[in-house]
């Protein structure tokens, strides 16, 4: 059996969460780290003193979506991005 490799066309919105200790840091760190796009931040859970935030940003290329994640997993005030 081969295996089919999916290609992802771009330009499109690319889903991101993130999990930290301190919200309003959060968002500011979303902004500062994908280049101040306008984007929809949506608190999503607290579980004991971490919060689950998720938001869509533009990307234009894989290189690009792959730089934002780069940049928010070595954000200070963001714990893990999935």
């Known amino acids: 059996m081969e295996k089919k490799e999916n290609k992802i066309e771009y330009p499109r919105m690319w889903g991101f969460r993130i999990i930290g200790e301190d919200k309003e840091k959060m968002r500011a760190a979303v902004k500062e780290c994908i280049d ?4 929809k ?23 690009e979506r792959n730089e934002f994640f780069k940049r928010l997993q070595n954000h200070k005030d963001i714990k893990f991005v999935l």
């Open 36 to 39: 101040n796009q306008e984007c």
């Open 41 to 63: 931040i949506e608190d999503n859970n607290q579980k004991g003193k971490y919060y689950s935030q998720k938001f869509e940003a533009y990307v234009t290329s894989e290189e």
